[in-house]
């Protein structure tokens, strides 16, 4: 999945408490790289950032894990399986928060991830941001793996180079209390998906669990509930009418990204 990175900087618009503002690459810049395994249906995501500061307190004995994505070294990354244009960012005011229906709904047919290169205790993680008060109760078998596991590492101060590896499983019918009712969605060479990575740049002081001043990247022209479209290519980065009709089910393909 190395190589030229799938996304930069300059593929994402960045906001101020949502004003779009400039890019400051010497402030915060980044690269990701996406593939994709035909075997195991899993998307994988990396994530290489130079940060001039790195703020990092994410402690997941004392702080509610769904706003782990405001602390640097993170991403937040949804991914809808089907091609579909639903997005779980928008489900979410149709339901009382935390709800069995909110629970069962909204992470449905897309999944917001989030997985952070460390916590404070020194272990990797990675959730689906709507279910996280949910996981002491039924437990998190689909951000564990098989399903999804995270790892990464940080180096050097001002500026900071941290990477962030993941990987995760995008499901057609998550039902997060019944894995054997759940249906992961099959991936192959030229099917559409629809995504979307959010990185926040974490500034100031950290108070009432998050950072007073942070700064979100989301990719070019999706804004906040967007999500941007994708194609999965083959081995070599071909559509299906360039491949060998004889593709292994082992072998390893890449995500493109097209703009609306």
């Known amino acids: 999945m190395l190589g030229e990175p799938t996304l930069t900087l300059f593929d994402f618009d960045k906001f101020d408490l949502g004003t779009l503002v400039s890019h400051d690459p010497a402030d915060m810049d980044f690269r990701i790289w996406l593939g994709w395994h035909d075997a195991s249906n899993r998307i994988y995501v990396a ?14 004995s004392i702080e509610n894990r769904s706003l ?11 991914i809808n399986g089907n091609g579909t244009g639903v997005n779980p960012g928008d489900l979410g005011g149709l339901y009382d928060f935390g709800s069995a229906e909110y629970l069962l709904n909204v992470p449905r047919e897309a999944q917001a991830y989030t997985a952070i290169s460390e916590a404070q205790d020194d272990r990797p993680l990675v ?9 002491s109760q039924h437990g998190d078998w689909y951000a564990r793996p098989p399903y999804a596991d995270s790892d990464g590492a940080h180096f050097g101060e001002r500026p900071t180079l941290s990477v962030t ?6 499901f057609d019918q998550l039902v997060w209390n019944d894995p054997e009712a759940s249906v992961v969605s099959d991936l192959y060479a030229g099917k559409a998906v629809r995504f979307s990575p959010f990185i926040v740049d974490a500034e100031g002081t950290f108070t009432d669990l998050r ?12 804004g906040p509930s967007g999500l941007a479209d994708g194609v999965l290519l083959g081995p070599g980065g071909a559509l299906p009418e360039e491949e060998d009709t004889a593709v292994e089910n082992d072998s390893w393909g890449r995500i493109k990204a097209s703009f609306r």
């Open 47 to 60: 994530l290489e950032q130079a940060d001039d500061v790195y703020l990092n307190t994410f402690n997941r």
């Open 68 to 78: 782990m994505h405001l602390h640097d070294s993170s991403m937040s990354f949804t």
């Open 127 to 135: 959730m689906i941001n709507a279910l996280s008060r949910a996981t």
């Open 165 to 170: 590896e993941f990987y995760v499983t995008p």
């Open 211 to 222: 950072y007073n001043k942070s700064f979100s990247y989301f990719i070019r022209g999706t």
